[in-house]
T-cell receptor, first 114, second 114 residues
Framework: SQKIEQNSEALNIQEGKTATLTCNYTNYSPAYLQWYRQDPGRGPVFLLLIRENEKEKRKERLKVTFDTTLKQSLFHITASQPADSATYLCALVAMDTGRRALTFGSGTRLQVQP | GAGVSQSPRYKVAKRGQDVALRCDPISGHVSLFWYQQALGQGPEFLTYFQNEAQLDKSGLPSDRFFAERPEGSVSTLKIQRTQQEDSAVYLC????????????FGDGTRLSIL
């Protein structure tokens, strides 16, 4: 069956360190993958999009990698700050399903300690 | 407004009642999506509109769920004869056009069925 897996355990790191979040998928052929941030009681906010032919994408302190062989995307936040504490969701659009909407993972909660 | 607006923010209903949830997308956005989010999970796709056309409703859990976007802007998600399992946050998202664009989410309607 098709699955998108993110670590359900919260990730706790110290301020200033790099946070690395993982998104694994099985039985999908994603054309591209997106990362969103969600704060409690709020809707997801778009962060980055990476296409299947791109290995890496950067935006300020954020970096996303996409390995279609490993079927994995890594999301990095460098020089993390307490304000980065939130749940991070990966989402993909799979061309093989024909579905036009995003399919989300369950998210990983990041807690950055001051 | 600048973002996606959803109303009401909270809705409490008794089992068996009908409810209607409203979404005002970003002006000019062609695509509109509805998602359902259970506690601790990622959003799950319900239905998708391109302008006024409902192109995908494969995620609607039962025929008690109905969505419309009659003029290609505001959308309403209606749930008839609500059940306790309908309790969730209902998120609306819009994008310029299609699945390749980042989606902009509202903050959702939290529905509680007693």
């Amino acid at each position: 069956s098709q699955k998108i897996e993110q670590n359900s355990e919260a990730l706790n790191i110290q301020e200033g360190k790099t946070a690395t979040l993982t998104c694994n998928y099985t039985n999908y052929s994603p054309a591209y993958l997106q990362w969103y941030r969600q704060d409690p009681g709020r809707g997801p906010v778009f962060l980055l999009l990476i296409r299947e032919n791109e290995k890496e994408k950067r935006k300020e302190r954020l970096k996303v990698t996409f390995d279609t062989t490993l079927k994995q995307s890594l999301f990095h936040i460098t020089a993390s700050q307490p304000a980065d504490s939130a749940t991070y969701l990966c989402a993909l659009v799979a061309m093989d399903t024909g579905r036009r909407a995003l399919t989300f993972g369950s998210g990983t909660r990041l807690q950055v300690q001051p | 407004g600048a973002g996606v607006s959803q109303s009401p923010r909270y809705k409490v209903a008794k089992r068996g009642q009908d409810v209607a949830l409203r979404c005002d997308p970003i002006s000019g956005h062609v695509s509109l999506f509805w998602y359902q989010q259970a506690l601790g999970q990622g959003p799950e796709f319900l239905t998708y509109f391109q302008n006024e056309a409902q192109l995908d409703k494969s995620g609607l859990p039962s025929d008690r769920f109905f969505a419309e976007r009659p003029e290609g802007s505001v959308s309403t998600l209606k749930i008839q004869r609500t059940q306790q399992e309908d309790s969730a946050v209902y998120l609306c998202a819009s994008s310029l056009q299609g699945r390749r664009q980042p989606q902009h989410f509202g903050d959702g309607t939290r529905l509680s069925i007693l």
